[in-house]
């Protein structure tokens, strides 16, 4: 089956530490994006990559780090210079080039302690 | 002025019932306008794409008003199961295919 996985489901982190979010799709999708979701609030641009090797900041970058190292794979790193990190965090993907539609994957959420 | 902004709701409709969101987006130059179903906790799935001439799918129904600015949907003879989160997204093209997404609007279908 297609699709866009996310993994963990739940994560939990302390303070201070950085943790790395996966996510994998195997749609052929030249694009992929990561959002983050607070409770009551639209979804957020984190990061996003047109193609393997590139990619842009978002409106929310600051304390995020991501890679484009292969076309289905594009994980997000959240660093401990990010001030309020717990979050609904989504992966999400689309053919480039066009007005199209974005797939998203179920999400991780990350709880800081 | 948000970009794309929806009234959050909550809408309580009876079973049966028809009920109508709008969305309301800044850029005039927006071309690709998207409607997207968020169950709670969950990830949001796409409903419909809106298009220029409306669009129907099933008991849902699809609108664009280019000169005011705004899309639309509407729910016929709601169902239980359409209780959910409502999200409007629309094509940035200043930044090629970015979506900006509302913060949705609530549907709570009562029987």
């Known amino acids: 089956d297609g699709g866009i996985t996310q993994s963990p489901k739940y994560l939990f982190r302390k303070e201070g530490q950085n943790v790395t979010l996966s996510c994998e799709q195997n749609?052929?999708?030249?694009?992929m994006y990561w959002y983050r979701q607070d409770p009551g609030q639209g979804l957020r641009l984190i990061y996003y990559s047109q193609i393997v090797n590139d990619f842009q900041k978002g409106d929310i970058a600051e304390g995020y780090s991501v890679s484009r190292e292969k076309k289905e794979s594009f994980p997000l790193t959240v660093t401990s210079a990010q001030k309020n990190p717990t979050a609904f965090y989504l992966c999400?993907?689309?053919?480039?080039?066009?007005?199209?539609?974005?797939?998203f994957g179920p999400g991780t959420r990350l709880t800081v302690l | 002025r948000k970009e794309v902004e929806q009234d959050p709701g909550p809408f309580n409709v009876p079973e049966g019932a028809t009920v109508a969101f709008n969305c309301t987006y800044s850029?005039?130059?927006?071309?690709?306008f998207f409607w997207y179903r968020q169950d709670c906790r969950k990830e949001p799935k796409l409903l419909m794409s809106v298009y220029s001439s409306g669009n129907e799918d099933g008991r849902f129904t699809a609108q664009l008003n280019r000169a005011s600015q705004y899309i639309s949907l509407l729910i016929r003879d709601s169902k239980l199961s359409d209780s959910a989160t409502y999200l409007c997204?629309?094509?940035?093209?200043?930044?090629?295919?970015?979506?900006?997404f509302g913060a949705g609007t609530i549907l709570r279908v009562k029987s």
């Open positions: 749609l052929n999708h030249d694009a």
């Open positions: 997204a629309v094509t940035d093209m200043e930044y090629g295919n970015k979506l900006v």
């Open positions: 850029n005039s130059a927006s071309q690709s």
């Open positions: 999400a993907s689309s053919i480039a080039g066009g007005l199209v539609e974005q797939f």
